[in-house]
């Protein structure tokens, strides 16, 4: 059973930067494309980057282009996302997901969240000066 644990998130000041971590257990990354959402309440679940774990291609919203990177730490099987420059409106519950079937050198992946079937429980982002 595949779990993925969000951490790193926490309030930060407009202009500051934070490092999310995806961590799995009982799955490895390898193979896989891997997402990170946000969302706030009232509002559509938001894909903001993307990862092909086999090739390392990548995506990004533009909302967080030039702002976030996403990244892999393939010797302790996670998924990270840089956060720099950020935004009052970059406040939000921030999640990563997984999509569990296999795929190898395909070089895109997607932000639809519809794309991933296996989610993490998130952690809070909050820009406020």
């Known amino acids: 059973q595949v779990q993925l644990v969000e951490s790193g998130g926490g309030q930060v000041q407009p202009g500051g930067s934070l490092k999310l971590s995806c961590e799995a257990s009982?799955?490895?990354?390898?193979?896989?494309?891997i997402g990170w959402f946000r969302q706030t309440p009232g509002k559509e679940r938001e894909g903001i980057s993307c990862?092909?774990?086999?090739?390392?291609?990548?995506s990004y919203a533009d909302s967080v282009k030039g702002r976030f990177t996403i990244s892999r730490d393939v010797a302790k099987n996670v998924v990270l996302l840089q956060m720099n420059d950020l935004k009052p409106e970059d406040t939000a519950v921030y999640y990563c997901?997984?999509?569990?079937?296999?795929?190898?050198?395909?070089?895109?992946?997607?932000?639809?969240?519809?794309?991933?079937?296996?989610w993490g429980q998130g952690t809070q982002v909050t820009v406020s000066s």
């Open positions: 009982g799955f490895f990354f390898d193979y896989h494309k």
């Open positions: 990862l092909s774990h086999s090739d390392g291609a990548t």
């Open positions: 997901a997984v999509d569990t079937s296999i795929s190898i050198g395909t070089r895109w992946c997607a932000l639809g969240a519809r794309m991933y079937d296996s």
